[in-house]
């Protein structure tokens, strides 16, 4: 379970200040797939990142399973990602040296599994998003949706706590887009807690809970 | 850290084997060329003064130089001595020289009573031509006529020095108006003779160029010597523990007493010792130049390559690989790349231009310049060249990697 107390973030520029989260409460199940929503600069990704571990917040707490992971080290928060949390984000972010198996792989060599049962593990994950036969291309010999659905492979591959997804569909087509979220359905029905931000209405309601935010703060 | 060691090393091969090969290519040049002039600038500089060495030790000195002591005129025994040299089996060759100070005199035939004599003063040297060539090769080195010849009597080769022609520092006496076929007298205390000259010799051991040579039966004739005292004998043998084995043997035999035995490193003035260190000082210096100036090109590469990489690098990090594993892949590269362009840089130096510096030495005035390299040396420069490039691509990739994950993801 997720639970998010009155989380702040704000931003310093010079002497501007900006409150992009303003005491965010929330709770997330374990196993619920969630969809952060709202327009844009109402603080959705800034609220992901935080929950996610990718940034630190101004003040507030983040607790997953009884752990304050907020109150972290950088090396914790790092070794805590990796074993806990997976990621996929709006522009795939795949490394462009390693081809798709070598990067869902990548993860699970770095939790000390070797390299061929790495391999092992990344063909099937692979394979059960309909990628096996493009294992050894490298990302620039895949389309956008394809990048996308590898991303994920490596998101879950070493079977996350939580699955976190910044506008996963943003620079997709709605085919590949729809591709990508009957993937996330799929895991969802796994058991595999998702949070999701989102700008598109139709996936947004394919999730079990939509979280509005505007000016920082919940609103719904 | 096993564990980061060995996905930085994934991480690692996958970037060099992926990346442009003309990127992989130019900073492979680089290190090459820094590992070149890190070893060819100390090496020729080095390779001078054992061009000198060389030179004074082929031509002149030998393995082990016997010459007089310090008090006396010549080398007392030399008939006993020449008896035990000749005797050791791993005496290759050596020459006897007999040495007396005279003075040289052209153009007497023409000079009117109001000119100045056209006079030099110089060493003569009685050699016995066959051996002495044997021994130098000196006959090779004739820029005149011809060398002595066995049974040559009334006839001299004169150093170059001795030639104003031939004669580069003009405030040095020497010969005006003299070539082979023309006659000179020479004057050694109340002893005058004509000679003609049949030759000039230069040699880059500038103590050649500055004598006159003539046989060793001519010289004993000429000079009157009551004895078969030599002056300088200079030895050849096998191996330098065979110098040094027939040096002690000399001592123990109490010749000691009667003559300087050198080795040649003992033989070496200070001056040409102080020289060496000096160059090798400097050869360091200039390679410890290529050093800096290696480090700072691949801290620029490894920081530019982080750089445009700064956004996979959050990702990385962003996926839970440790900033650690992150930094080992960037060592890695730099110790990839420092290793292969000092291999590569090895594989020139000892294939290409050590051999061609050995067959075209360099034509210094005073000495044929080689290249050195020793192995050891080249590879504690190599040893040098990886340990800066792993430090110049360590520094940049930890600046890369402690910036804010999220801030390298986003490109902020």
Request: aromatic share 8%; hydrophobic share 45%.
């Amino acid at each position: 379970m997720i639970t998010v107390q009155n989380l702040v973030k704000t931003f310093q520029e010079g002497e501007v200040i900006t409150h992009v989260l303003k005491g965010v409460d929330l709770t997330i199940k374990t196993g619920e797939f969630v969809a952060i929503m709202g327009r844009s600069g109402a603080g959705k990704s800034t609220l992901l990142y935080q929950v996610s571990l990718l940034d630190h917040p101004s003040s507030g707490a983040v607790i997953i399973d009884d752990v304050e992971v907020t109150a972290l080290s950088t090396t914790e928060r790092t070794q805590y990602r990796l074993n806990n949390l997976g990621y996929v984000f709006q522009d795939y972010a795949l490394i462009p040296e390693l081809t798709a198996k070598e990067n869902v792989a990548l993860p699970l060599l770095m939790q000390g599994m070797p390299k061929e049962k790495a391999y092992k593990k990344a063909l099937e994950v692979l394979a059960s998003i309909g990628l096996a036969d493009r294992a050894n291309n490298l990302p620039s010999k895949l389309s956008g949706g394809q990048q996308q659905r590898v991303s994920i492979a490596r998101a879950v591959a070493h079977d996350p706590k939580i699955l976190f997804a910044d506008e996963p569909t943003a620079n997709l087509d709605s085919e590949s887009g729809q591709m990508v979220m009957n993937l996330f359905q799929e895991l969802h029905k796994k058991g595999q807690t998702i949070v999701m931000v989102t700008h598109e209405e139709e996936y947004g309601k394919l999730a079990d809970r939509i979280v509005r935010l505007s000016d920082g703060q919940v609103v719904k | 850290m096993w564990k980061a060691v060995q996905v930085g090393w994934f991480l690692a091969y996958r970037q060099i084997k992926r990346s442009s090969i003309w990127t992989t290519s130019l900073i492979v040049f680089i290190m090459t060329l820094t590992f070149l002039n890190l070893v060819v600038t100390s090496g020729i500089l080095v390779g001078l003064i054992v061009g000198i060495n060389q030179e004074f030790k082929t031509r002149l000195n030998g393995d082990l130089t016997i010459s007089p002591l310090d008090e006396k005129k010549q080398i007392e025994k030399t008939t006993e001595i020449i008896s035990l040299i000749r005797s050791n089996p791993e005496v290759k060759i050596f020459s006897t020289r007999y040495i007396e100070g005279a003075t040289l005199e052209a153009g007497y035939k023409t000079r009117k009573d109001a000119d100045e004599p056209n006079k030099v003063g110089a060493p003569l040297v009685g050699i016995n031509p066959v051996q002495e060539d044997e021994f130098g090769g000196l006959s090779a080195k004739m820029i005149e006529g011809r060398f002595l010849e066995a049974g040559d009597s009334d006839v001299v080769v004169l150093g170059k020095d001795l030639v104003e022609k031939y004669q580069i520092d003009a405030n040095r006496p020497s010969l005006k108006n003299v070539a082979t076929g023309d006659k000179i007298r020479i004057k050694i205390g109340d002893n005058t003779k004509e000679y003609i000259i049949v030759g000039i010799i230069q040699a880059k051991a500038d103590v050649i160029s500055g004598r006159v040579y003539m046989a060793e039966s001519e010289f004993l004739k000429f000079t009157g010597a009551v004895n078969y005292d030599a002056d300088e004998i200079g030895i050849k043998t096998t191996t330098d523990a065979a110098a040094l084995a027939l040096q002690k043997t000399l001592k123990e035999n109490g010749y000691g007493q009667f003559a300087k035995i050198q080795t040649f490193e003992e033989g070496t003035p200070q001056f040409v010792r102080d020289i060496a260190a000096l160059f090798g000082t400097l050869g360091n210096f200039f390679g410890s130049i290529g050093i800096v100036v290696a480090s700072i090109t691949l801290f620029i590469v490894v920081f530019i390559n982080a750089v445009t990489r700064r956004k996979y690098i959050g990702i990385l990090k962003g996926i839970g690989v440790s900033e650690r594993a992150i930094e080992y892949a960037y060592v890695m590269q730099s110790f990839f790349y420092s290793v292969i362009g000092s291999g590569i840089g090895i594989f020139i130096t000892y294939t290409f231009l050590v051999p061609f510096f050995q067959a075209n030495p360099i034509n210094f005035p005073f000495s044929d310049g080689i290249l050195v390299a020793p192995l050891d040396g080249t590879l504690i420069r190599m040893g040098i060249l990886v340990f800066t490039a792993i430090v110049a691509g360590y520094i940049p990739a930890k600046m890369i990697v402690r910036q804010n994950t999220l801030n390298a993801i986003l490109g902020r």
